[in-house]
């Protein structure tokens, strides 16, 4: 192996940066030579190619965002898209491709590796945390904590009006980022999309919890859950309790990565690396049990990532 090309796809999180150091500094210890891609697969499509040294990386561990930028690309995942990156690698000398992304980018990686001879890797990174076959993702944590820091601040004021919030979070169709949240801001309800619900019940909650001494309310809700500006105007007139709709929309995706992003980056990046020196292809660095492991794109692609619904139980449990 002489040169692995990086590419950051889809949406941005953070902790990404420190995987690109991550990989470019592993790489170099192998003597292998590491470019990047610009604005995600649009970069192997048009040739737009950024060196990447040890030097060069310095100083991005504690950054949000990608150097690399990123970009949701649809040319792509046409043969003419995938012929154009074929090119690209092949012109660059590239023999691994390492893919920083979720689960679409590796869904578009997993049909590009069979396309094209150079050996591919993937490194989980999304805030979504949906990604099948590892615990968690590069920049989970950091969404979390970011949820966190601001549903604390709202909860001030909410207390201090008596009044019941809905707080939306991100998560796309999922509810691992609002399921963490909720249950660390001892929100006294968690709505996400894996688990229906009826409008009524909530109202029912609310009541009982005013009824128990309980002024105010947060409720995490995942984006997915659909419209929660008509949540918060069905509670509030079902309930006659004050409701506000806070969205947290795009902070969640920035600021800088927390230790366990970080964490969770240098590891990935060190094992994308090792994957391809040793020969391996098609595989995407995961976290099983506390160790580091190897998932293939076919198994996490064509895989559903089960949100563990005791969560919420416990959560409603503590929020008594
Ligand atoms: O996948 C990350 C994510 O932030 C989701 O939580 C959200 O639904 C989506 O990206 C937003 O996408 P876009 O940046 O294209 O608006």
């Known amino acids: 192996m002489r040169t692995i090309g990086v590419v950051t796809s889809g949406g941005d999180a953070p902790g990404m940066n420190a995987a690109i150091r991550a ?78 992304g979720g689960d679409g980018s590796f869904r578009a990686a997993h049909e590009f590796s069979k396309k094209t001879d150079t050996r591919i890797a993937g490194i989980p990174a999304t805030i979504d945390n949906d990604v099948y076959g590892t615990d968690e993702t ?18 001030d004021t909410a207390t201090s009006l008596d009044r019941v919030f809905i707080v939306e979070v991100m998560g796309r169709t999922r509810g691992f980022l609002a399921a963490m949240i909720g249950l660390t801001v001892g929100a006294e309800i968690i709505l996400v999309p894996e688990v229906k ?30 419209d929660t ?34 964490f969770l980056a240098s590891v990935f990046g060190k094992a994308a690396v090792e994957f391809l020196a040793d020969g391996k292809e098609n595989l995407i660095a995961a976290l099983q049990h506390g160790k580091v492991t190897g998932i293939s794109f076919d198994e996490s692609c064509c895989k559903s990532k089960e949100l563990d619904l005791r969560l919420l139980k416990l959560a409603r449990e503590l929020s008594k």
């Open 23 to 100: 990989i470019v500094r592993v790489a170099q210890a192998h003597g292998i030579a590491v470019i990047g891609f610009e604005r995600g697969w649009e970069g192997l499509i048009y040739d737009n190619v950024m060196s990447l040294t040890p030097r060069s990386v310095s100083g991005i561990i504690q950054q949000g965002g990608t150097i690399l930028r990123t970009s949701r690309n649809k040319e792509f995942m046409t043969d003419e898209g995938m012929q154009k990156a074929s090119v690209t690698l092949a012109n660059n000398k590239v023999d691994g491709l390492i893919v920083i």
């Open 138 to 155: 590069i920049g989970f944590d950091t969404a979390v904590n970011t949820g966190v820091t601001e549903i604390d601040k709202i909860r």
């Open 197 to 226: 619900f009826q409008p009524e019940e909530v109202c029912d909650t609310i009541l009982k919890n005013s009824a128990a001494g309980k002024k105010s309310g947060i409720i995490v809700a995942a984006e997915g859950i659909g």
């Open 229 to 262: 500006h008509a949540l918060a105007k069905e509670i509030q007139e079902h309930t006659r309790i004050e409701t506000r709709l806070s969205v947290l929309g795009y902070a969640q995706r920035g600021g800088h990565p927390t230790a366990r992003s970080r």
